[in-house]
C-alpha cells in the first residue's frame, strides 16, 4: 500500500471514530437531559413529602395504609417493572424486551408516598429506574438496536446517579463497574460520562441544590491511620454484608408470612410504625440525612448504635416491599458507624465517618472505584488514599452478595436461588404465576440498527 492510500486510510478511519463520538456525545446528552429533568422534579418532591412528614407527625400512623396502596398498584399495575433496578441492568446483559414505560411514574409514586409516611429508604434507585425507563422509551423512538440500546442503559444508570448525588464523575464510573464486578464497560466510556455530567448540570441549572457535605482537611497519613482505616473497612464490609443478608431474608420471611403481595409492606408498616415508638424517636425514618451530618461533624451527643438502628428500619422498610433505594441508608449507616469505630479506635471521627460515608455502599454494591471518586468529589482529594483503602477493603469482605440482584461477577452471573426467589416474590404474586403482562407479551423486542454495526 502506498504512502498516500495509506493516509486515506487513516483519515477514514479517524473521521469514522469522530462521527461515533459525536453520536454518542449528542445520545448521552439526550440521556443526560431526561435523567436530570427526571432527577430534579424527583428532589423536589422528595424535599417536599420530608417537609410534610415533618410538620405532620400523625402521617406516621399512615404508614400501614400507604404500605397496602403501594402493594396493591406494583401487584396488579407493575409486572416486570417491579424488578426495579434488577431489572435494568438485567436488559444491559441480556436485552431482551423493552423497559415498561409505567416504571417512572410507578417507582417516583411509590418513593415519594414512601417518604411521606416515614419509610426508611433512599433515592438512588428511584432516580435510576425513571432514568432508565424514560431512556428506554427514547432508544424504542430513535428505533436503536440491542448493542446501542445497551450503552443508552448504561448511560442512563450514569445519568440517574450522577444527578440524583451531584457526583457526575462517581455516576459515570459506577455505571461502568457496577454490572458486572471485576470488569468495567469501556465501550460505554463516552455516553455514560457525557450523560452523567449533562445530567448534573441540569439539575444544577434548575437551581436543585444537594446536601452540603464538608470537605476533609489535614490528613496526618502514616502506616497508624491507615491501620485503623483498614480495620475500620474490614468492620464497614462486614456490616454492608449483614444489610444485605437481612433485607434479603426479611423479604422472604414476608413473602412467607403474606403469600398476597400487598399485605407485606402493610405489615411492614405496622412493625415500623411499632419500632418507632420503642425506639422513641423519629431520626431514623426517612433519609436521616441530619444523622449524616451530624456524624461528619464529629458525631457530638450521636449513640453508639445509631447505625445499627438505621439498619434495620432500612431493612423493615425494603424488604417489606415500601418502595426507594438503599444508598441514602447505606450512606448513614456508614457515617454514623464511623463515629463509633473513630471513638474506639482513637481516629479522627470526621475522617472516619466520611469513610464509612462511602464504604459500607462500596461493600454493598461491589463499586470501590465509583465509592472512591464519590468520597473525593464530596470531600476532596486530601483524604483519598484512606478513601481508596477503606472503600476496597470494605469490598474485599462484603462477601459475594450485594443490594442488586442481577449483578454479575467476572462475567458469570451470580444470581443464586435466593435472589431468584427474592425477585419472584417481586413480579409475581398472582397465583404462583410468573409471567409478562399481556401488554408486555405484546412489546416487540429492540431490533438491531446501524448504530449497532
Not at 117 to 142: K, N, P, W, Y
Not at 437 to 447: F, Y
Amino acid at each position: 500500500m502506498t504512502s498516500r492510500g495509506l493516509v486515506r486510510r487513516v483519515g477514514r478511519e479517524q473521521a469514522r471514530l469522530v462521527g461515533q463520538l459525536v453520536q454518542w456525545i449528542v445520545l448521552g446528552s439526550l440521556v443526560g437531559v431526561v435523567a436530570g429533568l427526571a432527577s430534579a422534579g424527583f428532589l423536589e418532591s422528595l424535599d417536599w413529602a420530608t417537609r410534610q412528614r415533618i410538620e405532620r407527625p400523625r402521617l406516621l400512623w399512615l404508614m400501614p395504609l400507604a404500605g397496602f396502596a403501594i402493594g396493591l398498584v406494583y401487584h396488579h399495575g407493575a409486572g416486570r417493572a417491579s424488578a426495579g433496578t434488577g431489572l435494568v441492568i438485567e436488559e444491559i446483559h441480556e436485552p431482551r424486551a423493552w423497559i415498561p414505560r409505567r416504571m417512572a411514574p410507578l417507582v417516583y409514586g411509590g418513593t415519594i408516598v414512601t417518604h411521606l409516611v416515614g419509610g426508611s429508604a433512599g433515592r438512588e434507585g428511584t432516580a435510576i429506574q425513571m432514568a432508565g425507563s424514560l431512556t428506554d422509551l427514547c432508544s424504542r423512538l430513535l428505533r436503536l438496536g440491542p448493542a446501542s440500546r445497551r450503552l443508552m442503559l448504561i448511560a442512563a444508570i450514569a445519568g440517574g446517579f450522577g444527578s440524583v448525588f451531584g457526583v457526575p464523575l462517581a455516576g459515570c464510573v459506577f455505571a461502568l463497574e457496577v454490572q458486572t464486578v471485576g470488569r468495567l464497560r469501556h465501550d460505554a466510556l463516552v455516553p455514560a460520562l457525557t450523560a452523567s455530567v449533562v445530567g448534573h448540570l441540569v439539575v444544577l441549572g434548575l437551581d436543585v441544590r444537594h446536601t452540603a457535605t464538608p470537605a476533609i482537611a489535614d490528613v496526618d497519613l502514616d502506616a497508624a491511620l491507615l491501620a485503623k482505616v483498614a480495620l475500620a473497612g474490614l468492620v464497614f464490609g462486614l456490616t454492608s454484608a449483614v444489610f444485605v443478608e437481612l433485607t434479603h431474608g426479611l423479604r422472604r420471611l414476608f413473602a412467607m408470612l403474606a403469600p398476597w403481595a400487598p399485605l407485606r409492606p402493610a405489615l411492614g408498616g405496622v412493625l415500623l410504625v411499632g419500632l418507632t415508638a420503642v425506639v422513641g424517636t423519629r431520626d431514623y425514618l426517612g433519609l436521616s440525612l441530619p444523622l449524616a451530618t451530624g456524624a461528619l461533624a464529629g458525631g457530638a451527643g450521636m449513640v453508639a448504635g445509631a447505625f445499627a438502628l438505621k439498619l434495620v428500619f432500612t431493612s423493615l422498610t425494603l424488604g417489606s416491599g415500601f418502595q426507594g433505594g438503599e444508598v441514602t441508608p447505606l450512606f448513614v449507616i456508614g457515617a454514623t458507624l464511623g463515629v463509633a469505630l473513630g471513638r474506639l479506635l482513637d481516629a479522627p471521627v470526621p475522617l472516619m465517618a466520611a469513610l464509612g460515608f462511602v464504604a459500607v455502599f462500596a461493600g454493598a454494591a461491589k463499586t470501590p472505584l465509583a465509592c472512591t471518586i464519590m468520597g473525593v468529589e464530596l470531600f476532596g482529594s486530601e483524604p483519598v488514599v484512606p478513601l481508596a483503602v477503606g472503600c476496597v477493603v470494605a469490598y474485599v469482605f462484603s462477601t459475594h452478595r450485594g443490594i442488586y440482584s442481577t449483578q454479575r461477577f467476572d462475567g458469570v452471573d451470580r444470581v443464586d436461588r435466593v435472589d431468584r426467589v427474592d425477585r419472584v416474590a417481586l413480579t409475581a404474586d398472582r397465583a404462583g404465576r410468573v409471567r409478562r403482562t399481556g401488554a408486555e407479551r405484546r412489546e416487540p423486542s429492540p431490533r438491531p440498527s446501524r448504530l449497532d454495526g
